[in-house]
């Protein structure tokens, strides 16, 4: 499981610069065509740029052209007439010759990079999920105030399944890097969180804490002592995280102890 949830990561990595990428591209040559949906990743974002590759393909594109390829691909969140709107509020962008047929390439390439890797995160969303329900610690991430599928797989991927390689919950928290750290030298004294830490551990268990505080009074309240204290945002989150540890480490406690009692 923690082998999907690395690739997970990493696919996501190479989407992000795929957009980016590909919105670099359309800065240059096709303006109107970036931000005109939400998502870059979205389906209809990607079948527009499959349909109009270029500024020169759009050119023709009025209220009537829009909706109907609006209402072909199940989109209605914005009105045909407001993206046409933002596309001829837009420069005009590169509309012929020879750096013209090179963008379209371009973007039609990026495309179908974008489309390969949604398809891949799908299915590697999917695998994580059916794997989360057959873990017997599974239950416990699951169970977190909004800790969502995928955020509670990745926790527990990287948490790993060997209780005994960590022996307390701060040995996990130095991992996650949400472990204070004080150093002092003389008259001077700072204290700092572990940077050399896991990463991905870091990611998923602050991503959790941040969304539980607004659905759990508990680390609402911990998070708002926190800021009363006079630690900034992230501080705050990475101490709501820590106390997190501390729970997931006692519940894990629990459910060992009794599979071994059922087991003896």
Request: aromatic share 6%; with cysteine.
């Amino acid at each position: 499981m923690r082998s999907r949830s690395v690739n997970l990561h990493d696919l996501v990595r190479q989407r992000i610069a795929a957009v980016n990428q590909l919105e670099a591209i359309l800065d240059a040559f096709w303006p109107g065509a970036k931000g005109l949906f939400s998502k870059a990743t979205a389906d209809i974002a990607l079948s527009f740029l499959e349909r109009y590759p270029t500024p020169a393909s759009a050119k023709r594109l009025g209220e009537q052209r829009m909706a109907s390829f609006l209402k072909k691909h199940s989109y209605g969140r914005r009105k045909p007439a407001e993206l046409v709107a933002h596309l001829r509020a837009a420069p005009a962008g590169i509309l012929d010759g020879a750096e013209a047929e090179a963008r379209r390439e371009a973007i039609l390439a990026m495309v179908r990079v974008i489309r390969a890797l949604n398809r891949s995160i799908k299915d590697l969303d999917h695998s994580i999920e059916s794997q989360l329900d057959e873990h017997p610690d599974g239950k416990i991430f699951t169970s977190l105030p909004r800790s969502g599928r995928i955020n509670a797989a990745q926790m527990l991927a990287e948490w790993g399944d060997c209780r005994e390689a960590y022996d307390s919950s701060d040995a996990i928290a130095a991992l996650a890097g949400v472990c204070p750290v004080t150093k002092q030298s003389g008259k001077y004294r700072s204290v700092t969180f572990h940077w050399a830490c896991n990463k991905r551990l870091r990611n998923a268990i602050t991503i959790f804490a941040d969304s539980s505080r607004h659905s759990s009074p508990w680390a609402a309240r911990i998070y708002n002592q926190a800021l009363a204290r006079g630690h900034d945002h992230p501080h705050a989150i990475r101490i709501l995280a820590r106390a997190w540890i501390r729970v997931i480490w006692r519940l894990k406690g629990a459910q060992t102890q009794l599979r071994h009692a059922a087991a003896s």
